[in-house]
Each structure stands twice: as C-alpha cells, then as structure tokens.
C-alpha cells in the first residue's frame, strides 16, 4: 500500500480542525487535513452559521410585525419555511466552499475519508471500501462532538429532533418542548416563538445559561417569559410516549410528576465528543469522561498525538477550538510567541432574543476570590438603544476592588454578541478601571454603555 509522508495531518475538518491546518502550512509544514464528510464541522453545516441564518429570518419577521412601531405599515405579513431554511442551508453551503478554496490556498492536501490511527504516527484513511495510509510527526485529533442523547431520551429525527432536524424542519409545530436552557436550547426557542410556535423551555438546573451570571440569567428569562416562553427550572424529563400525533412527556419536578403533551421535542442538553473509531486503544491516548485528556499545549499521553476542540471537552465553541488549533500548530512549529489558553478569556454569546454575551469571572465567582466593584448600565438609559427600539437590557462589568482590573463583563441586549469582544480585550490586555475609563467611546452608539458601566462600577457615571 502506496504511503504518503506529512509533517501534520489533521483529523477533522470542523472550525478547529480546518484552522489548525491552514496555520500548519502557513508555518512551513506539508500538512493533510482529513475529513470524513462536511467541511467546516458541525458548526459551518449545522451549528453557528445556520442557525443564525434562521434567527436572521425570524429577527426580519418580527420587525415586520412589529412595523407600526417605527411608523410603517406591513401588510399579509406570512413565514414561508420552506424559503427560511433554504436560506440557511445555501449560506452553509456558500461558506463551505469557501473553506475548500482556503484550504487549496494555503496548499494543504485534502483527502476525503474516515481517519482512524493504527500505530502511532500512522493514520489510515477508509473511504467507500477503499483504503490509504498516511504517515505523520503530528497527528491533531480535532473529531468534535455530537448531541448528548439519554436512554429512553433518544431523537427519531420526526417527534424527537437534535438540532439537525430543528434546522430543517418541514412544518412550524404548534407546541415545541425544548429540554435544556443552554445557549442551543435558547435560540431555538426565540426562533420558534417568534415565529409563532408555543415553546416551553424545560432546564435541570435552577437557571437558564446555568453557567452564566445570575442576574443576567434572571434577567433573560424574564424577557422570555414576556414574549410568551414558558421557563421551567429544576425541573427534568422523565419520559418521552411517542404517539401518532403528539408526544407525551412527563416532566418531574420537587418529586412530582406532570404529563404534558407537545407536536415535537428538541434535545439540546449537552454534547458527547467524538472518541470512537480513532483507534486509540493503538496508542498511550487517554479518554477521561468521554473527552481525550491534553494538557496546556493540547498534547495527548501519546507523543506526537494531539487533540482540540470539542473532542477534549467542555466549552464546546467554535471559537474555542479555533484558538486551540493555533496554540497547538504554532507550538509544533517552535513559534516563541504562542502562549497556553486562558480558559477565563474564552467569550461566550447566545443569540436569542435578547442577545446574551459574556467573558470573565461571574459577580459570584469574582466575590469568591475577594472584594469587588460592580458597575451596571440599562439599555433605558442609552439614546442609540432608544431610537432602535431596543430598550430591553443591561451592561455589567465587575472589577477588582483592590487593584481595579477588570474581571468580568456580562451583558443582555441587542447587539451584545458584537459589542462583547471590547472587553475580551480588555481582559486580555488585562486592562483596568483607568484604561477603559480614558477610552473615547463614539456617540450615538450602544457600545457607550459599556463606558457608563465601567463608570458606574466606581461611581462615575455620567447618565444614570
């Protein structure tokens, strides 16, 4: 069997996969990216892009609804689903060539195919019953995930949908049951319910974005609430009866039991990474808690074997993964400057309606580590936020009391998603107090709320 050498080859095609590639031949590495269907992953195909195609769409029929509002008249306003997913489906596929012609580009060699390693530095490829080996001094893991499904829980891609047939579906269910509060959770229910649907959001734990800042949390479900969401929390799923017609389930709370009956459900609690087939019972690979164990550098107990992404665990973000791709390629590669990840700079958005964005240390976890001063600003106060019509929101920034550095920012509004990335800077910079408050911030913006948060947070500011 015919064997073709690399310096790097990349096991997944998905947004770590692909960047870390492209980044290994721009370093001067003969790299071959791997990947056994879609371009661009889950994200690219079914995921980020997608799925704001879809809450696009449904954004544009909400403010067509809501026309007289801005002194316009719209008339026989309607939804043509089929039309909406079209749109989403053509813009994955747009930018799916588009990572094709990157990777042609930047010259790394594409081979279709299922990768799986049969020694270490040894990867072989299966595609359609033929076979090819690839020899590699690096090996980057980058396989991803797929959605979490427990025992009696499990999709049918009809009653019980994943996020793949919620992108896709074929009519707007009357009654949709969405089981977890988590980022995907929330943005479907915003899409549907704006699009008319009666959605009821169902969460484990005792917030939606369990992860996220209390306040916000709190904050967003009231809002959702306001737009006819029903939000449990402590609440769980204890069955799924599939019937011709409806599906019944039962849903648990303080030990009692209640059925109720939706037109479909969505499973949006967690993802599971990919960690099957890889071969790696060939190689000193270890899997701790259904994710491969790395450390700093993204480096496996197998020299020469890496991983990144969703396939080492939580947070399972594009962005993420990205990040890791490049720390892992430029350390390969010997560059001086590459440093670790810092896991408390990783930004997180939900694109619901509102928006929710955040990076940093949450109030209560910044109070843990000592006192603190948090500054907040209100959507209300702000003219840019007035004149779009976006009211409904706030800006809160928590520094360190002591040294004034900022620790966290976390917001709810429109646009917030856009805006979050200042403080990203901020904190990567490690930037305090006197730094974002000697920034000029343009006006009439909604970013100027963030300036007033930070003024706020020492008793500065200026419009509230």
Not at 235 to 242: A, L, N, S, Y
Not at 301 to 327: M, N, R
Request: hydrophobic content about 40%; glycine content about 10%; proline content about 4%.
């Amino acid at each position: 069997m015919h064997e073709q050498k690399f310096d790097l080859i990349v096991v997944g095609g998905g947004p770590g996969g692909y960047v870390a590639a492209i980044r290994g031949s721009q370093l001067g590495l003969k790299t071959a990216l791997v990947e056994a269907e879609h371009l661009g992953g889950i994200c690219l195909n079914w995921g980020c892009i997608p799925t704001k195609a879809l809450l696009r769409s449904a954004e544009a029929f909400r403010t067509l609804k809501n026309a007289r509002r801005y002194g316009l008249k719209a008339a026989d306003i309607s939804v043509d689903l089929n039309e909406v997913v079209k749109r989403s489906r053509r813009i994955a596929s747009r930018l799916q060539k588009g990572v094709g012609f990157l990777l042609k580009k930047n010259a790394v060699t594409l081979i279709e195919g299922t990768g799986t390693i049969a020694a270490p530095g040894l990867l072989q490829v299966e595609k359609e019953g033929q076979s090819r080996e690839l020899r590699g001094r690096h090996i980057i893991l980058a396989t991803g995930a797929r959605p979490l499904q427990p025992g009696g829980l499990e999709s049918d891609g009809q009653q019980v949908w994943t996020y793949k047939e919620a992108m896709t579906p074929d009519q707007i269910p009357q009654r949709l049951l969405v089981i977890g509060a988590g980022a995907i959770g929330l943005e479907f229910a915003s899409f549907y319910n704006d699009l008319g649907t009666e959605v009821t959001v169902v969460e484990a734990l005792s917030q939606i974005l369990p992860a996220g800042d209390t306040e916000i949390s709190t904050l967003l479900t009231r809002e959702l609430q306001r737009k006819g969401i029903a939000i449990r929390t402590d609440c769980r799923v204890q069955t799924i009866d599939r019937q011709p017609d409806a599906v019944t389930v039962g849903i648990n709370s303080q030990g009692e039991t209640e059925q109720f009956s939706f037109d479909r459900v969505l499973l949006a609690i967690g993802v599971v990474g990919n960690v099957e087939n890889l071969g790696l019972e060939n190689t000193k690979v270890q899997v701790e808690r259904g994710v491969i164990r790395v450390n700093q550098w993204l480096q496996t107990d197998e020299p020469g074997i890496y991983a990144i992404g969703d396939v080492t665990g939580a947070p399972c973000l594009a962005h993420k993964a990205s990040h890791e791709g490049v720390i892992c390629v430029e350390k390969i590669a010997g560059v001086k400057t590459v440093r670790p990840l810092k896991r408390e700079q990783i930004p997180y958005c939900t694109y619901s309606h509102p928006q929710v964005a955040n990076v940093g240390l949450t109030e209560a976890q910044a109070r843990e580590r000592g006192p603190v001063r948090v500054g907040k600003f209100p959507f209300t106060a702000n003219g840019k936020a007035i004149a779009l019509g976006e009211t409904e929101g706030l800006i809160k920034t928590v520094f360190d009391a002591d040294s004034g550095r900022l620790l966290g920012a976390h917001m709810i509004g429109a646009e917030v998603t856009e805006m979050l990335q200042g403080f990203g800077i901020a904190l990567n910079l490690e930037a305090g107090e006197q730094e974002l408050s000697h920034t000029i911030f343009a006006h009439p913006t909604l970013s100027e709320m963030m300036h007033e948060s930070v003024l706020a947070a020492f008793e500065k500011a200026i419009h509230i």
